[in-house]
């Protein structure tokens, strides 16, 4: 017996932890599915990712005896698979891709979803969290307040632009544009209120037009300047804004 061959004899095998696992390489337009070589002689299958195509690789896996899968967290591509497939009890594993990247011993020949199902299977992926139930609804709830409210914070960022643009320094004179003193001042503006401050407003907004380019001349900006004003068309976009930056 040669001395390579003594090492190998000698040296310890990695036990198998889950034996009927099987692993997802997720994609935009496919899926690639693999399971243990021993439940079927196709054991590296692809699917797309249309509804109906899922639930032909959930109703495979289930075929195969599957009970658990492993997949990486690939943009929002997974969610519809996780969804299906932890709906149907499977015990579903989602890993960070550098996780798998940095494991050592990949063959150049092997798919990454075999790869990931022969990882998965010695038990040497970590589960990223993944709240279930009322904890990820509310996680969404939270997301999307969050995101509504850097929205509301840029369009009051537009408003008060327009202002300056205006020559109406508005937040040099309160703390906030969109509180009760600031949308009072706009929206006696707006409202056609007869005063010299609105005079000063009407005489920016057409300079404005003209720096815009949609009037040639100041004489010409300021008919449009009024008729914005008098229709109750900047009113109705301030109260949009107001309504948005509200949520």
């Known amino acids: 017996m040669s001395r390579n061959e003594s090492k190998n ?18 994609g935009a337009t496919m899926h690639m ?11 590296v299958r692809s699917f797309g990712t249309f509804t109906t195509d899922l639930h032909r ?12 899968v492993v997949m990486e967290s690939t943009s929002v591509y997974w969610i519809p698979i996780f969804e299906l497939l932890d709906a149907r009890g499977f015990v579903v594993f989602l890993v960070n891709a550098r996780d798998a990247k940095h494991v050592p011993g990949r063959k150049t020949d092997v798919s990454d979803a075999q790869w990931l ?14 709240p279930k139930g009322q904890i990820a609804e509310l996680r969404s709830y939270l997301r999307q307040r969050e995101r509504l409210l850097e929205y509301g914070a840029s369009h009051i960022q537009h408003m008060q632009k327009a202002l300056t643009e205006m020559n109406v320094q508005l937040h040099h004179v309160v703390t906030d544009i969109t509180g009760v ?18 005079n000063v407003v009407m005489l920016n907004s057409a300079a404005a037009l003209v720096a815009a380019g949609r009037a040639d ?11 914005s004003l008098e229709s109750g ?14 949520r």
């Open 9 to 26: 004899k000698n040296r310890p095998t990695m036990s198998v932890l889950h034996p009927n696992a099987a692993a997802i390489d997720v």
């Open 33 to 43: 599915a693999a399971v243990n070589a021993d439940c079927t002689p196709e054991p």
């Open 57 to 68: 690789l959930v109703e495979w896996f289930a075929e195969c005896g599957v009970d658990t």
């Open 117 to 130: 199902q022969r990882l998965h299977s010695f038990g040497l992926l970590r589960a990223s969290f993944r």
């Open 181 to 198: 003193t600031g949308l009072r001042i706009i929206r006696a503006i707006l409202g056609g209120e007869k005063s010299p401050r609105r």
């Open 217 to 227: 001349h100041i004489a010409n900006a300021i008919p449009l300047a009024a008729v």
């Open 233 to 246: 068309a900047a009113a109705r976009k301030l109260e949009k804004l107001v309504e948005f930056t509200s």
